[in-house]
């Protein structure tokens, strides 16, 4: 159980393009997802935590505008990166909370290359 | 000073070693303690969950806390080369659901 999804596990684009990730929890639902982003050879930074029907809440330094972030059901979070820049290139990786004592669970991550 | 602190290594070990992987921290209030494995491109995998002090075991992996030295331990018995990953220690206050990371140790078991 608590599996976590995300696709794709892979993206290439270029400059000034958009890009869609999904996170999804296969086997709960989860209200509450979160949003990290990893550079190589360097812990997660959390970007924004994610809940189902409301908007999202973002860390400080994370532009709302560059990272849209939707969690429109209890087994989907999406996170859209607009007008990309070869800066905006990273390892992105999602979690969902699952379960009483609230573990979060993470996804397999996505890796974007911004060209 | 960081909130979790880690020593990123890399640590290499021979296969069959025991491995010893810890992780210090500064705020009292945390209480949830967790210790994830990554490979190389991947997400990390939770591999061991603990509340307040204490033991806890799972196989060939055992967890320490020891809240009163604010100091936690990951223990790996008879290390295989399927073990070689990044381990990152996690903690989180009571209800609240944001993760405090420590920045990884790197572990290299050699056949």
């Known amino acids: 159980g608590a599996v976590v999804s995300q696709h794709p596990s892979r993206v290439i684009c270029k400059s000034g393009t958009s890009v869609k990730i999904e996170c999804r929890s296969l086997?709960?639902?989860?209200?509450?997802m979160f949003w990290y982003r990893q550079f190589p050879k360097q812990s997660l930074m959390l970007m924004a935590t994610?809940?189902?029907?409301?908007?999202?809440?973002?860390e400080q330094g994370v532009e709302k505008d560059k990272f849209l972030i939707n969690h429109a059901s209890l087994t989907l979070s999406t996170l859209t990166v607009t007008s990309a820049h070869p800066e905006d290139s990273s390892f992105y990786i999602c979690?969902?909370?699952?379960?009483?004592?609230?573990?979060?669970?993470f996804g397999p991550g996505t890796r974007l290359l911004v060209l | 000073q960081k909130e979790v602190e880690q020593d990123p290594g890399p640590l290499s070990v021979p296969e069959g070693a025991i491995v010893s992987l810890n992780c210090t921290y500064s705020?009292?209030?945390?209480?949830?303690f967790m210790w994830y494995r990554q490979y190389s491109r991947k997400g990390p995998e939770l591999l061991m969950y603990?509340?307040?002090?204490g033991n806890k075991e799972d196989g060939r992996f055992t967890a320490q806390v020891d809240k009163s030295s604010k100091y936690i331990s990951l223990f790996i018995r008879d290390s295989q080369p399927s073990d070689s990953a990044t381990y990152l220690c996690?903690?989180?206050?009571?209800?609240?659901?944001?993760?405090?990371f420590g920045t990884g140790t790197r572990l290299t078991v050699i056949p």
């Open positions: 979690s969902a909370l699952q379960g009483a004592e609230e573990t979060q669970y």
């Open positions: 086997d709960f639902q989860a209200t509450t």
């Open positions: 994610s809940n189902e029907g409301s908007k999202a809440t973002y």
């Open positions: 705020n009292s209030a945390f209480q949830y």
């Open positions: 603990t509340y307040s002090s």
């Open positions: 996690a903690m989180r206050y009571v209800g609240a659901n944001n993760l405090f």
